[in-house]
């Protein structure tokens, strides 16, 4: 039998050694997670507010460390919220059952004058229990859908409590840092339902921070961020990566 | 005696619409396909109607409105958008119309989030499943009744 030379077989076990680490290093460096949405990359910590349930008080900071949901709405609303809160169900029904406890849907009425707690209550209950309706004063309302920017006006008033209420229809995501992270338009609520669960999910774990990168890596911020490379996530030296990114 | 005259007066009516029936164009044939209330929680006194309706014919019909026992009226409505210019979304805009269109041998499509019939003043919750009776009313075609059912979508 001839013998296959020494430098042969070190080329071979080299080869195999290049290709065995590329594959690693695949494996290791994270794909960059695509949302539904795309994601605010200047994630701003959300100013906690306080509202009223029909069990008492509500705070948004009541679900640090969990995800929410939040959607602007009312319940005399004939077409645009119930579609809406009927996809947010769905999408809720398609968490994994340990991440559906972590997902916490608030609905807060444009509409404080009609939606009481009670009502807010048991609309939101029902398109799923564990959702929660929130209402408050008028101005306590106009406080908290202002500083998610949603805008909202009566119009169509034929008497003094029949109205309908025009409003923005995007729901808002918080991570676990009550930070905005996303936001789902009417439609994507609607065509990417699967796709917005594994958002959730993900959001859950924590990981993918791009407000963090960005504002390691790019301080002019406003530029789409490269996915965070595993096991290289920089922290700034405040020791607080990820709040406070806002501009 | 009253009771001649009016008997008359129903015949002479009756007589002249049938009379003034075939002069004017046959009503255009209206279908409508796939109907379905929205079942919404018990609270809401308001709802809609969504489906498909087909325009056989060779002039347009307009559905004007209609009626159900279920609930006080029913009213031809579009839910729009407008930009509002931020990141909150497009401004949802519902407006009542005086009619909906369904082109000469075209379709209208009642869908969520676009045109529909507002049922208003429901007289009770509908309950998931079961079906109501819902009168179409148009300009250019004769009523539709039809039974509803009532889904969770």
């Known amino acids: 039998m001839r013998r296959v030379p020494a430098g042969v077989v070190w080329a071979g076990v080299a080869l195999a050694v290049a290709v065995a680490a590329y594959l690693v290093a695949g494996v290791v460096r994270q794909r960059p997670y695509r949302y539904a949405s795309e994601p605010l990359h200047d994630r701003e910590t959300a100013a906690d507010f306080t509202l009223q349930s029909a069990s008492g008080p509500v705070s948004l900071s009541d679900f640090d460390g969990d995800v929410v949901l939040l959607f602007f709405g009312y319940t005399h609303c004939p077409d645009v919220c119930p579609t809406e809160m009927m996809r947010l169900a769905q999408i809720h029904r398609r968490l994994p059952g340990q991440d559906r406890e972590r997902v916490h849907v608030l609905m807060v009425t444009v509409d404080p004058e009609r939606d009481t707690p009670a009502l807010m209550a048991s609309y939101a209950q029902a398109f799923d229990p564990s959702f929660i309706g929130l209402s408050g004063t008028p101005a306590q309302i106009a406080d908290v859908a202002g500083a998610f920017y949603v805008s909202y006006e009566r119009a169509g008033q034929t008497r003094p409590d029949r109205y309908f209420v025009n409003h923005t229809s995007a729901a808002y995501v918080l991570n676990t840092e009550r930070q905005l992270a996303l936001i789902y338009g009417y439609d994507q609520l609607a065509a990417e339902q699967a796709h917005v669960a594994r958002d959730l999910s993900h959001l859950l774990r924590g990981r993918d921070e791009p407000a963090g990168r960005t504002r390691a890596g790019r301080p002019e911020g406003g530029v789409p961020a490269a996915p965070a490379p595993a096991g290289g996530r920089s922290v700034p030296a405040d020791g607080l990566p990820w709040r406070g990114a806002g501009s | ?153």
Do not use: K, Y
Request: proline share 11%; charged share 15%.
């Open chain 2, 1 to 153: 005696m009253p009771g001649m005259w009016s008997a008359r007066l129903v015949a002479v009516v009756a007589a002249s619409l049938l009379a003034a029936a075939p002069a004017a164009a046959p009503p255009a044939s209206v279908e409508v396909r796939q109907p379905w209330l929205r079942w919404l929680p018990p609270a809401v006194a308001d709802t809609a109607l969504f489906g498909v309706i087909l325009n056989h014919g060779d002039r347009a019909v307009r559905l004007v409105g209609g009626s159900t026992p279920a609930a006080e009226r029913c009213v031809p409505m579009t839910t729009a958008r407008q930009d509002s210019g931020s990141a909150s979304g497009p401004m949802m805009t519902m407006a009542r119309v005086p009619w909906l269109e369904i082109p000469p041998h075209g379709r209208l499509v009642l869908r969520p989030g676009g045109d529909h019939l507002m049922i208003m003043g429901l007289r009770g919750p509908l309950v998931e499943g079961e079906t109501v009776s819902v009168t179409l009313r148009f300009d250019g075609a004769d009523p539709v009744t039809l039974r509803v059912p009532v889904v969770r979508e």
